[in-house]
């Protein structure tokens, strides 16, 4: 047990230094944490675009499957299956991206209120934190998005592979 500890102690702290070399060498060529976070946020946005348009695509394939017979069907469920196989691993893609955005913003909250402790005027560190407060709750709303939609991607996959089931019997 106490050697699972240490190896755990050393991961999170072997992780968070190559995150903060990473950020070090991200700002020495002018990118900061805000940019890497719009970067992600977009990449995200992208991803589910993407997931979206297999998934639309999987179900009108599966509408249309229904109403063929015989060897037609047998190509349109070997269709179908490429198509599901492809939106399952967009929905991965979705997931892995809203993992970067959130691991991104948790980073740059907490160097902006490690910097907002530095300010010593105290009018600029109370419109700092309200900038703060502000850009987080924007975050959190674009977030939930984010999920929602994710879970909406989810959820069409677990139809699709209820039908394809059915499909098989």
């Known amino acids: 047990m106490k050697s699972f500890c240490a190896v755990l102690l050393i991961g999170i702290v072997a992780v968070t230094g190559c995150r903060n070399v990473m950020y070090s060498t991200y700002e020495k060529f002018g990118v900061y ?7 992600k946020v977009t990449a995200a946005r992208d991803e589910q675009k993407g997931a979206q348009q297999e998934f639309k695509d999987a179900l009108t394939r599966l ?3 229904t109403g063929f017979e015989g060897g ?12 599901y196989n ?5 929905v991965t893609a979705v997931h892995k991206r809203i993992n970067d955005v959130e691991t991104v913003a948790h980073d740059l909250f907490s160097e902006w209120e ?5 300010i010593s005027t105290e009018s600029l560190r109370r419109t700092s934190r309200e900038q703060l407060s502000d850009t987080r709750i ?4 674009m977030v939930a998005a984010l999920k929602d939609a994710e879970g909406q991607h989810g959820s069409c996959a677990g139809q699709i592979a209820r039908l394809r089931s059915r499909a098989e019997a």
Do not use: F, G, I, P
């Not at 037609?72 to 198509?83: A, F, G, I, P, V």
């Not at 490690?114 to 530095?118: D, G, L, P, R, V």
């Open 86 to 90: 492809d939106a399952a691993a967009r």
């Open 114 to 118: 490690k910097e907002n402790a530095q």
């Open 33 to 39: 944490k805000r940019d890497l976070l719009a970067k």
């Open 138 to 141: 924007r975050y959190e709303r």
């Open 72 to 83: 037609k069907l047998e190509k349109e469920y070997r269709s179908l299956q490429s198509n």
């Open 63 to 65: 509408k249309e499957m």
